[in-house]
Nanobody, 120 residues
Framework: QVQLVESGGGLVQAGGSLRLSCAAS????????MGWYRQPPGKQRELVAA???????NYADSVKGRFTISRDNAKNTMYLQMNSLKPEDTAVYCC??????????????WGQGTQVTVSS
């Protein structure tokens, strides 16, 4: 099986920074696209940023210029550097990944999420 574990969330003041990590482990043969999603309180989950296996990125308009997504393929880990945080960035942040594993064809896996709270 494949597991995704997020870390790096927490409480930060507006204007501050956080760096999230998403580490994939298990019987991984290849990881294709990876992404960060967030679900603010009382709202639907939304895509924050995504990155292909080759490093092509895309971002939600609300985070462009403030957030940077990256990945280390050797470590099966993805990152989200969040700068100039705003109270409206408060949400549970989850990562997902499209993974070829030893026991299945490409499947999408999700982490359990990490809370990010930005105080004003």
């Amino acid at each position: 099986q494949v597991q995704l574990v997020e870390s790096g969330g927490g409480l930060v003041q507006a204007g501050g920074s956080l760096r999230l990590s998403c580490a994939a482990s298990g019987s991984i043969l290849r990881i294709n696209a990876m992404g960060w999603y967030r679900q603010p309180p009382g709202k639907q989950r939304e895509l924050v940023a995504a990155i292909s296996s080759g490093g092509t990125t895309n971002y939600a308009d609300s985070v462009k210029g403030r957030f940077t997504i990256s990945r280390d393929n050797a470590k099966n880990t993805m990152y989200l550097q969040m700068n100039s945080l705003k109270p409206e960035d408060t949400a549970v942040y989850c990562c997902n990944a499209d993974v070829w594993s030893r026991y299945s064809t490409e499947s999408t896996y999700w982490g359990q999420g990490t809370q990010v709270t930005v105080s004003s």
